[in-house]
């Protein structure tokens, strides 16, 4: 069986899979429960300077549904704890006490001062927590007052803050990144220059979730006001892989430490973190559409897909995928691919042919004979987009196939080239990784 246990900045966990600081990892009745179902660590929810913050007394969190009522976005106006600060510190002693072999991060948002972050770290130090997490992203409430994301926009703030912090504390430094940024590497450049030992990303994204067409009022509101909350869930993921990527390609930061956050919910979408060079992946809306329990099923999926790919460590597959990720210019443009409709399997839907034919290329033709439809490819005008692939309801019924070097492209009339790098001769093909 693969070995699925971390170890991130010498920080030791039974598996990759923290919960992210948030409601699920904010007092120590949960967390206790996290743990007894198997997650390998959490990032306690953020600690600020007391007097304690003050939430909204009405609805914090809004959702975008699909059509079969999932999940498919959160967005929340919920700030940092609201509990007394020695409470949430006598808990993660006693938390970290109990359970020694699990992960305990703290995570850390106070003024952009070096006073308060001078009286604050040695206090959580001293509870024998492994590390902090320095929260410079959240998009609401607190960074109005100067902190959270309005500290991780500013890349000389992050730096600044962040080696106040290597100064002040020995424990393992996580800077967590605000996505509501343009370029994603300049935090994070400025965190490793800071001394960050590691990165965390995402943070929400800016976000209004939607209206009340019949109050005309935006929600979630208070008393008839609304407010931008923060969005996450599985419609960032593709958002958030995207930061980790760049990242972890950036050559000014090749080498940092990536905890990946940002719409995992299942094994898959982890899986996909480390391949792009996330070393431990952190789980919150997840955690709070389906409970604790979903850890079991990502730790198993994992393993299972390890062992059959021949990974017996993370550190074997870390990263793996981070080298295909190039920028537009150094693609490939002798490659050519054509969609193929699996006569078999077609329901005869006409999905396919309307988008091609309304907003595409015009590629895929229906012929019509009494009581029967068939649809086909022109492969005169299929450009290979892959959106016929994309809503094609019957999985596998259009494939794209790959020209051979010498095929002529029917709708350029040029052969193909046949010197060009292709799929088959690519150093992450698992065929002629197995050769
Ligand atoms: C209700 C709620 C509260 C959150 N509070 C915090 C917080 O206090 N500190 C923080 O760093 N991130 C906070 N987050 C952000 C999460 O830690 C995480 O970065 C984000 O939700 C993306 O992960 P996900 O898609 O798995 O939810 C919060 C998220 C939610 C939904």
Redesign the pocket.
Same mark, same amino acid.
């Given at each position: 069986m693969a070995d699925i246990s971390s170890n991130f900045l010498g920080i030791r966990s039974p598996n990759p899979f923290w919960l &992210?600081? &948030?409601?699920p990892t904010d007092k120590e009745i949960n967390v206790v429960r996290a743990f007894e179902a198997g997650w390998g660590g959490v990032v306690w929810?953020?600690l600020g300077e007391d007097p304690p913050v003050v939430n909204v007394h009405g609805p914090r969190?809004g959702t975008l549904l699909g059509a079969d009522r999932r999940v498919l976005g959160?967005n929340?106006i919920?700030l940092?704890?609201d509990r007394p600060l020695q409470t949430n510190l006598e808990e993660i002693r006693r938390v970290k006490r109990a359970w020694p072999d699990r992960a305990m991060i703290v995570?850390l948002m106070v003024p952009c001062e070096e006073q308060s972050w001078k009286s604050i770290l040695p206090q959580v130090e001293d509870t024998g927590a492994d590390g902090i997490?320095l929260?410079f992203?959240?998009p609401h409430g607190m960074s109005e007052r100067g902190m959270g994301a309005a500290v991780g926009q500013v890349p000389e703030y992050i730096q600044m803050v962040t080696a106040w912090c290597k100064h002040y504390s020995r424990l393992p430094v996580i800077v967590?990144l605000t996505p509501n940024i343009t370029d994603i590497r300049q935090p994070a450049r400025a965190a490793a220059a800071g001394g960050a030992d590691a990165v965390s990303l995402?943070?929400?994204i800016n976000s209004v979730i939607g209206v009340d067409l019949e109050r005309m009022v935006m929600s979630p509101s208070t008393a008839g006001w609304g407010s931008h909350g923060?969005y996450?869930?599985p419609a960032?993921k593709p958002i958030a892989l995207n930061m980790v990527a760049e990242i972890a390609r950036d050559p000014a930061t090749t080498g940092l430490p990536i905890s990946g956050?940002?719409?995992?919910s299942t094994w898959r979408d982890a899986a996909e973190f480390i391949a792009l060079g996330a070393g431990t992946v952190?789980?919150?809306? &997840?955690a709070?559409v389906y409970g604790f329990k979903i850890v079991q099923d990502l730790c198993s999926g994992l393993e299972n897909f390890m062992d059959q790919q021949g990974y017996a460590t993370l550190d074997d597959m870390r990263g793996r995928a981070v080298s295909t990720v190039k920028n537009w210019n150094q693609l490939n443009l002798q490659h050519v691919e054509k969609a193929v409709i699996n006569q078999d399997s077609c329901i005869q839907c006409g999905r396919c042919h309307v988008v091609c034919e309304d907003t595409s290329h015009q590629a895929i033709f229906a012929t019509t004979t009494p009581g029967a439809r068939r649809f086909e490819i022109n492969e005169a005008e299929c450009v290979g987009c892959n959106l016929c692939v994309s809503m094609c309801p019957v999985p596998d019924t259009i494939t794209m196939r790959v020209l051979k070097p010498g095929e002529v492209d029917q709708r350029t009339g040029h052969a193909v080239s046949a010197d060009y790098a292709n799929w088959t001769t690519h150093p992450n093909n698992p065929s002629r990784v197995a050769a």
């Open positions: &992210a600081s &948030a409601p929810k953020t969190y959160l929340n919920e940092i704890s995570s997490e929260n992203g959240c967590k995402i943070n929400t923060g996450c869930g960032v956050i940002g719409g995992v952190q789980v919150c809306t &997840a709070m």
